[in-house]
């Protein structure tokens, strides 16, 4: 059985990659699973300097999911590269880094200082967080300035440039076309959802900066929708596909509607271990189905005439 | 090493209305575990709840282990219907534990409501070791006050308080403490609500005492990935933020600021 994926220049040895900002630096889950066992791991948001984060309370649990609003804590690419990225680059996996900047000029200057780091496979790009005041979503959501930036960091690096996308907009496959058109390798589809959650007694929003992105399995058929609709637009584009994926069959799921791989992201909160398990039941499911190369399933979805 | 294991309820235990104590089967990776340690439990629910619960454990001894828990939210209410014979999902021993008890240290425990967990399990470790050790626990009303005979069979030195004053001193435990204080230079550790372990620290700074305090936060994963348990760092400190799930939830006082 043949579990390995190209993605872009990418060679994965699995099309399961663990999500930014739900897989620390990737050291945090190495006592629980064989990292190498990943296609790729991208890492916690990067920015030029280290930054704190929001205030609290960060977190809190939803319906099936979870918001948050951690504000792209980060170590910063200076300690990345010094203190994180020795643990990763060993992990026998890829190492994709996602990375943003308060400015465009800080993006671009970010790419460029990540790209002559020994051990980053790629970079992927975040124009999608919703919770912080500068960066993250604002460059994202005018496809314009999305074409201009992912040009812009395009020309800092030699390396493959996955640009995340938001599903805050009302048409994504116009964003996923502004990045491939600034010459985006890959995209990432989705970032989380904006999203709020009230306490009713004490009449307060659950998180400190009121909104924050709801993610888990709660935002699957969202995303799901948005990978498909990306895939057809932009069918030689490599997607690689995130929301709430939880089990096997959610994999294949997302590989029949397009995404060439997925990323892992809340359940690893609940299971440091998910990625694994659902790596063994996508095999199990590719056993059971008699599927012998996963690359079968990209795309595969059957729509029938008349839909 | 934290490990994810499954774990069998032995007994669910209803001490009081809404609280209870599960005692699990098959925990062997927590041997050698230390009070103030925890675990995050999940039960068979499938994806909603979503997360697992962070639990300060109340004992880990002899591949088995004991969870003090308060049903408040939609996870505890569900563990508080566990079945004798159900699996949970744990993943453990997680976090920094108070400091071990020895005998030429003498501390004072400040437990509040199931803050009364870890700092039981420390007083009965105190006893083994040959600490002297003093605990006092406070609660709304008698009922609250679980766990009594447990207590008092430590033969510690204990004194129970209750702010309706229906079991013990009459008032806040923090009142109980500072009426011994004047006798007493102890170490303090304490674990219990927000606005009482504010008191505790403020007390100890007020007689420099030293002073640890065991720290909740809204926390996803335990093992430092969602950031979400941030805790605010002392003033002067190198970094805004503190994590209850790897640098505490033990903190020494100085280092953070309570919530």
Redesign the interface.
């Known amino acids: 059985m043949n579990l390995r994926v190209p993605f872009a220049t990418l060679d994965c040895a699995s099309p399961i990659w663990t999500a930014s900002g739900?897989?620390?630096y990737g050291r945090?889950?190495a006592?629980?699973f064989d990292l190498a066992r990943l296609g790729a791991i991208a890492t916690k948001g990067i920015s030029p300097e280290a930054r704190?984060?929001n205030?609290?309370?960060?977190?809190?649990?939803t319906?099936?999911?979870?918001i948050?609003s951690?504000g792209l804590?980060n170590v910063g690419a200076e300690s990345f590269g010094r203190d994180k990225l020795p643990f990763l680059r060993q992990s026998g996996t890829n190492v994709i880094v996602n990375f943003f900047g308060e400015t465009f000029d800080e993006y671009v200057a970010c790419a460029a200082s990540l790209d002559a780091l020994d051990g980053v496979a790629a970079l992927e790009m975040n124009v999608s967080c919703p919770n912080v005041k500068k960066g993250g979503v604002e460059f994202g959501v005018i496809p314009a300035v999305l074409t201009e930036l992912t040009r812009a960091c395009r020309s800092v690096t030699k390396r493959p440039l996955l640009v995340k996308l938001t599903p805050n907009t009302g048409d994504i496959v116009a964003l996923a076309r502004a990045a491939v058109a600034g010459g985006a390798d890959g995209l990432s589809v989705i970032n989380t959802v904006s999203a709020m959650a009230i306490d009713a007694r004490r009449r307060r929003p659950r998180i400190a900066t009121t909104y924050g992105g709801l993610s888990?399995?709660a935002i699957k058929p969202i995303a799901l929708r948005m990978v498909h609709q990306v895939h057809t637009a932009l069918p030689e584009v490599p997607i690689s596909g995130i929301g709430g994926i939880?089990s096997g069959e959610d994999v294949v799921e997302f590989l029949l509607a397009g995404a060439t791989t997925v990323q892992i992201g809340?359940l690893?909160?609940?299971?440091?271990?998910a990625a694994a398990r659902i790596l063994d039941e996508l095999s199990a499911f590719m056993e059971q189905e008699r599927i012998s190369d996963v690359r079968e399933l990209i795309g595969a979805l059957v729509v029938p005439a008349g839909c | 090493m934290p490990t994810e294991f499954s774990a069998r309820v032995l007994a669910n235990r209803a001490l009081a209305p809404g609280l209870f104590v599960l005692e699990l089967a098959d925990c062997e990776p927590l041997v050698g575990c230390l009070p103030g340690q925890f675990v995050m439990v999940r039960g068979e629910w499938g994806r909603d709840p979503l997360l697992p619960r962070a639990f300060s454990l109340l004992s880990a001894r002899h591949g088995k282990c004991e969870l003090l828990i308060k049903a408040l939210g939609r996870g505890s209410r569900l563990l508080e219907r566990s079945a004798v014979g159900a699996t949970l999902q744990l993943l453990g021993p997680l976090g920094r534990p108070f400091p071990v008890p020895r005998a030429e240290r003498r501390d004072f425990l400040i437990a509040g409501g199931v803050g009364l967990a870890p700092l039981l399990w420390h007083a009965e470790e105190a006893v083994r070791a040959g600490a002297k050790v003093e605990l006092f626990y406070g609660a709304r009303q008698e009922a609250e006050l679980v766990l009594r005979e447990r207590i008092e069979a430590t033969g510690c030195r204990v004194q129970f308080t209750t702010e309706d004053g229906s079991f013990g001193r009459p008032g806040r435990v923090t009142a109980a403490l500072q009426a011994r204080l004047d006798e007493e230079h102890p170490t303090l550790l304490t674990c219990g609500p927000n606005a009482m372990m504010r008191a505790v620290v403020e007390i100890a700074r007020a007689r420099n005492l030293a002073c640890f305090v065991s720290v909740e936060g809204e926390m996803a994963c335990g093992i430092g990935a969602c950031l979400g348990c941030a805790v605010q760092s002392a003033p002067g400190a190198a970094r805004a933020y503190h994590y209850a799930c790897i640098d505490g939830p033990v903190f020494d006082a100085l280092q953070v600021v309570l919530p």
Not at chain 1, 55 to 61: A, D, G, K, L, M
Not at chain 1, 63 to 66: E, I, Q, T, Y
Request: overall charge negative.
């Open positions: 739900t897989f620390g945090e889950f006592p629980y704190a984060g205030p609290v309370p960060r977190i809190c649990e319906a099936s999911g979870m948050n951690i804590e888990g399995p939880a809340t690893s909160f609940s299971e440091p271990s």
